[in-house]
C-alpha cells in the first residue's frame, strides 16, 4: 500500500537555525498536509497543498508540494523555541479522504 | 475549520476491562476517523465512523475490539474492549469538514495496568 516516508527522523538545531524537512512516496498523492503535534496534544495543520508545483507560505514555515505529486517539503526560518515538536506530512490514501501520515520528524530547538 | 472536544484525555484502566472515548464536534461533518498513535510512533488509521451505520475498519483492527458508534453528524465514540497493556496508546479523532480541512481532537492517553 501507498506510504510516506519523512525525514529526518529528528533534528537539534540552534534557535535562529533554518530547517527542512521532506516526504517522499513511491505514489502519487493529489494532496499534501503538514502537521505539528505538540505533546499531549492532537495534530495541528500549519500548510495544505493541493496542486503540482505549489509553493506555500505560513509565517516561517514554507511548504512546497513537488512537480512530480510524490514528494513535498516543508521549511522553517529562524527557529524559535516554540517550533519545538513532532512534524508529519500526511496525504489522502488512494483517492479516498483516509489520511495515511509519515513517520514524522521530531524537532529540539536550542536556545 | 471544525472545533473537536474529545475526552476523556487521559486514563489509567485494569487490563481486561473497556474504555469509552468521546468525540464531539462543533459543527456537522461530513466524515469521522479514529486514528491510534502507539508511544513514539505515527499515526495509525483504526476505522471511518460511518453515520447510522457500521463503521469501517482498517486491516489489523475488528469491531469486537473497537467497537464505534457514530449517532450523528456531530458526535462519535470509540470503545477501546478487553484491555490489554498492549493498547497503551493515544487515541484520536478527526473529522473531515467542508473543503479538505481534516482536524484532531486532542487525543485521549490510555494507560492499562
Known amino acids: 500500500g501507498q506510504q510516506l516516508n519523512q525525514s529526518p527522523q529528528s533534528m537539534f538545531i540552534q534557535e535562529g537555525e533554518d530547517v527542512s524537512m521532506n516526504c517522499t512516496s513511491s505514489?502519487?498523492?493529489?494532496?499534501w498536509l503538514w502537521y505539528k503535534q505538540d505533546p499531549g496534544e492532537g495534530p495541528v495543520l500549519l500548510i495544505a497543498?493541493?496542486?503540482?508545483?505549489e509553493l506555500t507560505s505560513n509565517g516561517r514555515l514554507t511548504a512546497q508540494f513537488g512537480i512530480t505529486r510524490k514528494d513535498s517539503f516543508l521549511n522553517i526560518s529562524a527557529s524559535i523555541p516554540s517550533d519545538v515538536g513532532i512534524y508529519f506530512c500526511?496525504?489522502?490514501?488512494?483517492?479516498?479522504?483516509?489520511?495515511?501520515f509519515g513517520s514524522g520528524t521530531r524537532l529540539l530547538v536550542r536556545p | 475549520s471544525a472545533v473537536i472536544s474529545q475526552k476523556p484525555s487521559r486514563d489509567i484502566c485494569q487490563r481486561g476491562t473497556s474504555l469509552t472515548i468521546q468525540c464531539q464536534v462543533d459543527?456537522?461533518?461530513?466524515?469521522m476517523f479514529w486514528y491510534r498513535q502507539q508511544p513514539g510512533q505515527s499515526l495509525t488509521l483504526i476505522a471511518t465512523?460511518?453515520?447510522?451505520?457500521?463503521?469501517?475498519?482498517e486491516s489489523g483492527f475488528v469491531i469486537d475490539k473497537f467497537p464505534i458508534s457514530r449517532p450523528n453528524l456531530t458526535f462519535s465514540t470509540l470503545t477501546v474492549s478487553n484491555l490489554s497493556p498492549e493498547d497503551s496508546s493515544i487515541y484520536l479523532c478527526?473529522?473531515?469538514?467542508?473543503?479538505?480541512?481534516?482536524?484532531f481532537g486532542s487525543g485521549t492517553r490510555l494507560t492499562v495496568v
Open positions: 478527526s473529522a473531515r469538514g467542508e473543503g479538505s480541512g481534516y482536524t
Open positions: 505514489s502519487i498523492f493529489n494532496t
Open positions: 497543498l493541493y496542486k503540482a508545483g
Open positions: 500526511a496525504g489522502p490514501r488512494d483517492s479516498s479522504y483516509k489520511l495515511i
Open positions: 459543527s456537522q461533518v461530513t466524515m
Open positions: 465512523a460511518n453515520q447510522g451505520s457500521e463503521a469501517t475498519y
